[in-house]
């Protein structure tokens, strides 16, 4: 059985990370419909996915897999035909996917109208673009701006600001910066890491991540379609989350202290190159 390798960027790049989709039953779409149409968009056969009788997720008891791995996966309930059907799609499955293929993808389950339960996109830096030393205001107190709200965090009391890797190839703790900013069930999370410290691998990786839910996720999804990954990203993240200026803390109101300048350079850095989304494109035979 292949396994689908993990990514690993050649260059900067934005790259969706997760996919799930919610079909219902005025979708009009069984399970078999479904695995039709994802074997046809990734040319393998049915006969690739094999049955379990658990789901993903909680409310589904049976499920298919591809290669009979969690990486892209059909879970239903054989009991419940309102739980509707979920097709989910881990970063590893997306990597399966060509460019072409995910937006056959993204047009087919628009078009049926399925509803995107989550999507995660991501934006990689391997070239140290990402001004990752204002990463350091995280032990002093770093401003984070968040929809209708504004609040300080710090190291201190924030667990959220450091996540620990172990090493794969010893017994050794990693810690780095790691950044979260909502939670795992809001609309719109943002993530920000050394991506090449949790891979345990030794040249620069810095991953700036958007985990959306719902309307946030098909707006984005449109976004892509529309090749304006970088817009859409940005828009979502400047909702969110900035850095700003740490000498304007003695001003009275936080909405009016100033953006970091570093920081306001990689937004512009973002909406001015052409970027587009990376796909591997394994076969998957």
């Not at 989910?88 to 937006?103: E, K, M, W, Y």
């Not at 990954?229 to 200026?245: D, M």
């Amino acid at each position: 059985m292949k396994k689908i390798i993990d990514y690993i960027p050649t260059n900067n790049a934005f790259c969706v990370d997760w996919i799930s989709v919610s079909f219902r039953l005025e979708n009009g779409l069984n399970v078999n419909d479904i695995l039709l149409k994802l074997s046809s968009i990734l040319n393998v056969s049915t006969d690739k996915f094999y049955h379990n009788n658990k789901g993903i997720m909680a409310g589904y008891n049976n499920s298919l897999r591809f290669n009979n791995e969690k990486f892209i996966s059909i879970s239903y309930n054989i009991d419940n035909a309102k739980q509707g059907i979920l097709l989910n799609i881990t970063g590893q499955g997306c990597r399966a996917f060509s460019n072409d293929q995910l937006f056959d993808l993204f047009y087919w389950i628009l078009d049926v109208g399925a509803f995107f339960t989550r999507l995660d996109i991501a934006f990689d830096d391997i070239n140290n673009l990402t001004p990752v030393h204002l990463y350091d205001f995280i032990g002093q107190d770093l401003l984070i701006n968040k929809r209708d709200s504004y609040t300080f965090i710090s190291s201190n009391n924030n667990q959220n600001c450091f996540k620990s890797f172990i090493n794969k190839n010893s017994s050794e703790l990693n810690v780095a910066p790691n950044l979260t900013v909502g939670s795992r069930y809001s609309k719109c999370m943002v993530r920000a890491y050394n991506k090449a410290l949790e891979q345990n691998l030794d040249f620069f990786w810095w991953r700036l991540e958007l985990q959306l839910r719902y309307d946030f996720a098909e707006k984005m999804v449109r976004y892509i379609l529309n090749d304006l990954v970088a817009f859409g990203f940005v828009e979502f993240l400047n909702s969110y989350f900035r850095i700003v200026e740490f000498s304007d803390k003695s001003k009275e109101f936080v909405s009016l202290y100033s953006t970091h300048s570093d920081w306001q350079n990689f937004i512009n850095y973002l909406l001015e190159e052409d970027f587009t989304i990376t796909s591997l494109n394994i076969n998957l035979g």
